[in-house]
């Protein structure tokens, strides 16, 4: 009997060995792909939930606006196919891209925010994506690839909601920097959070922080803040994982409104400051 039988698997490779009981997952590798060579993107912020709808686009949109507003160039790879969430809040449509020799440039918001979408490439924009994951994963990290960011400081990216295949394979071919978790009060967080933070463990990716959207409503009249939901568990869940709450988002039908306008840059809104605190440093240029 050949003795040897298990080591080679005949085109010339190890078998992996097999797991033993009780063993534990080592760390995913990284699958990065390169970058488009127009593209110098200096911090990347992945911007994850639970699940839709609970605002995770928004406060993907708010960071990349609070960031704009310091004065960072910033751009947006929205990797949510689920919506066409991104374009909408920006008002940029199709004819916001342009191409050159194989290279795909960034549509660009009024504000000089950078954005790029599948909704953008669509013929009819309002089409729901209905590709298999495989396909949907590709076309992303041709975002990456293919397109030429220019100089970004920080690339914010609107990730597939919770933490499935899609959302694991944009994880690994994206070089990740930090995490911000989307969460509201109605949310299961303890679990929402548990889930992201074996994520980022995986990824070897650390976790910024959470947002709590919808976390409240403010009284018109006396500014009272009604907590419709009641008390959430993000405080605690953070405390127990030594996440820091960045920001706490009130419902405001103003913030749906400039959205669904197509005009978060004009939303005056100033909830995401806390980011100052917890995104990694980059040097911002003097622009002339
Ligand atoms: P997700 O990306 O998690 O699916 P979105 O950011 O697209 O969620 O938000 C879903 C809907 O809820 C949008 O119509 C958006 O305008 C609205 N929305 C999100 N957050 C708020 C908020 N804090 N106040 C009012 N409307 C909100």
Not at 21 to 26: F, K, R
Not at 99 to 120: C, E, F, Q
Not at 164 to 185: N, R, S
Not at 252 to 277: N, Q, R, T, V
Request: proline share 9%; with cysteine.
């Amino acid at each position: 009997m050949n003795k040897n039988k298990n080591i080679k698997n005949g085109k010339g490779h190890m078998d992996p060995p097999k797991p033993k009981a009780g063993h534990v997952a080592p760390p995913q590798p990284k699958l990065e792909a390169d970058p488009n060579p127009g593209s110098r993107v200096n911090k990347m912020i992945a911007v994850v939930s639970g699940k839709g709808g609970v605002g995770k686009s928004s406060v993907t949109a708010l960071s990349a606006l609070w960031a704009r507003r310091q004065g960072y160039t910033v751009g947006i790879l929205d990797a949510d196919i689920t919506g066409p969430s991104i374009p909408r809040m920006f008002g940029l449509h199709p004819w916001d891209l342009s191409a050159r020799d194989n290279t795909l440039y960034p549509a660009t918001s009024v504000t000089g925010i950078h954005a790029m979408s599948m909704n953008l490439l669509m013929e009819n924009e309002e089409q729901p994506v209905i590709w298999r994951s495989p396909v949907i994963t590709g076309a992303l990290t041709q975002f990456w690839t293919d397109v030429a960011w220019g100089d970004i400081d920080y690339m914010f990216v609107d990730m597939p909601p919770g933490t499935g295949d899609v959302p694991l394979t944009v994880f690994q071919a994206l070089p990740v920097d930090g995490i911000l978790i989307v969460t509201t009060p109605q949310d299961l967080v303890s679990m929402i959070v548990g889930k992201a933070v074996a994520m980022a463990k995986m990824m070897n990716v650390p976790i910024l922080g959470i947002v709590e959207n919808m976390s409240y409503v403010k009284c018109p009249h006396c500014g009272e803040e009604i907590r419709l939901f009641g008390e959430g568990h993000v405080e605690e869940t953070a405390a127990a994982e030594e996440i820091p709450v960045v920001a706490r988002l009130p419902i405001d039908p103003m913030l749906a409104a400039s959205c669904d306008a197509g005009k978060i840059e004009y939303y005056d809104g100033d909830y995401m400051s806390g980011l100052a605190d917890v995104l990694p440093k980059v040097e911002l240029k003097v622009q002339e």
